[in-house]
């Protein structure tokens, strides 16, 4: 393993310096075509300096004279070749395998001299070896000119692998970077995608507490127009309230001065009781009249018309009571059902007093000592009607406000 690794690495540091001779063969051809003609005679006396070269020199005279650059052309590239491959033969001479190798190609052994390519048959000179066969064998200042070609090759190759010794660490450097640079770069557009599912998030929070803020505004602007609303409604309330209390004074006054006139009128009838049939007493003449008798009617008449007791829901305007269907001051309604089921909640069995407000079935009830009416338009159960105070229809304003009851649908 450690001579394949040798021959390895001598086999590739020969192809380095075959490519380097041919790039500096190439380079002092370019030098020459780029220098100026005057310099030309004194490149060329330092480069013909062999026979070999002579000649070749000469075979190309020939072709450009003739006007075959093309044929020149293939001639020298020829002639490239075998030097070049005469280099790699020459640095591979002490090589135990080369021999070896050689033999491997299965080459013909014609022992026929050897020359170089498109020199017009004229050979180089030749030398025969221990086995008969017969080599080139190149002058001194050659074998000098190419071991000093080989050492500058050499040292350039030696450069050159130093240089790429260099590069691909600056190459392995710039991918451990890269990398790294990739991964940052990975990580960052996790967090720029978690950031920007974050700032949504947020986004979507302020929305709705925008949103809810409007809604608790408006709801706030409302509560402020109620509240002033039913800061009017509780003056108008304890105005009927302080009125029903006193209309409530007059009605017990007159009902206290009924009853006390109602006794005396009994007392009267139970002092005239024991007088016989037909007596005159009876039957009052036309003119005269009995000291109670007048008050006792009116008292009779007015009690006929106030009402009280516990009373039928017909509907959320609409009462029955003691066989009378009466109709409450100032509600009206579509005969919901919904309402009048509140309003049955709401009187619970309780008493009513009602005393005649307008026409005949119109009446305005009070159950311990709350106005009625106020109490079903106040909740929604119905509109006001056109006879409706304004305490009632600021009642009603309040619910139609509120969308509650009949003003929620």
């Not at 020149?72 to 020829?78: F, I, N, R, S, V």
Request: glycine share 6%.
């Amino acid at each position: 393993m450690a001579e394949d690794r040798t021959l390895t690495e001598q086999s590739s540091h020969s192809n380095i310096q075959v490519l380097q001779t041919t790039k500096w063969a190439s380079n002092l051809v370019n030098q020459t075509e780029t220098s100026d003609v005057g310099n030309t005679p004194n490149v060329m006396p330092l480069l013909v300096d062999t026979p070999e070269r002579r000649q070749l020199a000469k075979d190309i005279e020939h072709l450009l004279r003739d006007g075959k650059i093309e044929e020149a052309e293939g001639y020298l590239d020829k002639a490239l070749n075998v030097a070049t491959f005469a280099i790699f033969l020459q640095d591979q001479l002490k090589t135990p395998s080369l021999l070896a190798e050689l033999q491997a190609l299965g080459l013909p052994d014609d022992n026929r001299s050897t020359v170089l390519p498109g020199a017009r048959g004229r050979p180089v000179a030749l030398a025969p070896d221990s086995s008969g066969a017969t080599h080139a064998v190149p002058t001194t200042d050659e074998l000098a000119e190419l071991k000093v070609a080989r050492e500058r090759e050499q040292q350039r190759a030696d450069a050159l692998s130093r240089d790429l010794a260099t590069v691909t660490e600056e190459l392995r450097a710039l991918q451990a970077l890269r990398a790294q640079e990739a991964a940052s770069a990975a990580v960052t557009a996790q967090q720029w995608a978690d950031l920007r599912a974050s700032l949504e998030n947020e986004r979507g929070r302020a929305d709705a507490a925008t949103r809810d803020l409007a809604v608790m505004a408006e709801e706030r602007h409302a509560l402020q127009r109620l509240r002033g609303q039913d800061a009017v409604l509780a003056a108008y309330s304890r105005k009927e309230l302080q009125e029903l209390k006193n209309e409530l004074g007059r009605e017990r006054q007159r009902s206290q001065a009924a009853s006390a006139v109602h006794q005396k009128a009994e007392q009267s009838q139970s002092n005239t009781r024991g007088e016989p049939i037909g007596t005159a007493s009876l039957v009052p003449s036309p003119g005269a009249s009995s000291p109670g008798s007048l008050p006792a009617r009116a008292t009779v008449q007015a009690t006929t018309r106030r009402l009280r007791g516990v009373p039928n829901v017909v509907d959320a305007a609409t009462l029955s009571l003691q066989d009378r269907t009466i109709r409450l001051v100032g509600v009206q309604t579509d005969g919901d059902a919904r309402s009048a089921s509140e309003l049955i909640k709401y009187l619970d069995d309780r008493e009513v007093d009602c005393e005649p407000a307008g026409p005949t079935d119109v009446y305005r009830c009070q159950v311990d000592g709350v106005d009625l009416s106020t109490v079903v338009l106040f909740n929604g159960g119905g509109r006001a009607a056109p006879d409706a105070t304004p305490g009632l229809a600021l009642a009603a304003d309040r619910a139609r406000s509120a969308r509650i009851g009949v003003w929620s649908r």
